[in-house]
């Protein structure tokens, strides 16, 4: 069947493991970026996070173009992140905003960066935001400057001549609580049923990857909020 | 007369020596934060550009702890910045945004940490925005990214439990052009009657800081714009 191939970044994650099992399963040859490997990958690209943002890029970029051989992409989902809080007189405001910046700043535009050099023409590029960083999060600052980042970036990458290929999209998805292991493990008595499933975004993702026609359009801030189980997305 | 005192960080580029100049001509002991010293300042708090983001904190609040002895200030004020263009294509993309974001996030974020732990109540923290990144960007990626966090920054800050002391406002300047030396030796053929003449962002932050009645609402955007020589405020 089909022989497309999708780039993972922090394919090792919950959501990143979930994503690349998927398309495994639907017949792609997956190539997971992140700070350790996933078995499950078709190949693993390791990120060295003592490297800053320059040399994690070349790296990252080097070894990409060494596994793809020239081949191109029909997605780059960029699924990396993290979350810590923090108001700006916080101990840890510019400790906690230096991480989520390494977290989802960097690795947003690395993404990005390997999208302009080997996603096919009509490709998804596929980034993380945040629906509370779409207005002020004043006791979690960091977090919501980096997440603001991203969705600038996001709307910047929907423009022409942004670099991205032609006819390619950029989605961001803003997921709510994703119902992971580690989220159960830490909130076991919240209301599970508002959490929005891994497979929705994995099914989400790959049937935009597939059908262009069914994505939303290019640029869009996807907010993804579940209720009794049922998980929608609404453009921002 | 006034026995005032403010921080002006960035105080030895164009505008922040502008400000620095015309505070202390009116009165005002000035606490200069930059890479290399002003002169014209009270005392300066040097910034080693080869130091990380916490070690830059560390090392500012260290001194500014040491040179205010427990006084408080009544303004800090953030002009520091740069700019640098490119999409996601360019070869710099990636060294580009990290410079926009060590020059834009990194001082932003320390100097609202300064006001959360120096700026009186009822004090003005004014950061720097622009203009351009309340839109996408997408031939200057990277500035836009840095600058659409620091709004994202300056309307947290607005925020209750946000860290700032009580009754004080955070103003961010969305400048298009400055009417600076450097401006005008790299376009010396622009319509200089459309730029924003430095005396004019001086005078805005006196009146804001002494008449706290003049100013815009805490958290406000403000594009500043220039036609025939006058200059024009206008909250985004």
Redesign the interface.
């Known amino acids: 069947m089909s022989s497309g191939k999708v780039i993972v970044y922090g394919g090792k994650g919950a959501l990143g493991s979930a994503i690349l099992d998927f398309f495994k399963k639907n017949g792609y040859t997956v190539l997971n970026i992140d700070l350790s490997a996933n078995d499950q990958a078709d190949s693993n690209i390791l990120v060295d996070g003592n490297k800053?943002?320059?040399e994690q890029?070349q790296s990252i970029l080097e070894q990409a173009a060494s596994s793809l051989q020239g081949s191109q992409v029909d997605g780059v989902f960029c699924v990396a992140g993290g979350w810590a809080g923090g108001?700006?007189?916080?101990k840890d405001?510019?400790?906690n905003?230096?991480l989520m910046?390494k977290q989802s700043?960097w690795s947003s535009?690395?993404a990005?960066?390997l999208?302009?050099?080997h996603l096919k023409p009509g490709g998804l590029l596929q980034l993380t935001g945040a629906a509370a960083?779409v207005?002020?999060?004043?006791?979690m600052?960091?977090y919501?400057?980096?997440k603001?980042?991203?969705?600038?970036?996001a709307?910047?990458?929907?423009?022409?001549?942004?670099?991205?290929p032609e006819n390619s999209s950029v989605l961001t998805i803003l997921p709510v609580t994703l119902d992971t292991e580690m989220n159960r493990k830490w909130m076991p008595k919240a209301d599970h049923s508002s959490w929005t499933p891994l497979s929705f975004i994995s099914e989400s993702l790959l049937k935009w990857t597939t059908e262009s026609s069914s994505r939303p359009t290019s640029?869009a801030l996807l907010k993804i909020t579940t209720a009794n189980g049922e998980s929608t997305i609404t453009p921002q």
Chains 1, 2 share one sequence.
Do not use: Q, R
């Not at 108001?87 to 916080?90: E, H, K, P, T, Y």
């Not at 603001?148 to 970036?153: F, G, M, S, W």
């Open positions: 800053n943002w320059v890029e108001s700006a007189s916080s405001f510019v400790k905003a230096d910046i700043v535009a690395i990005a960066k999208a302009t050099t960083a207005g002020p999060t004043p006791g600052i960091g919501g400057m980096a603001a980042a991203v969705h600038h970036l709307t910047s990458l929907a423009e022409k001549d942004s670099g991205l640029g």
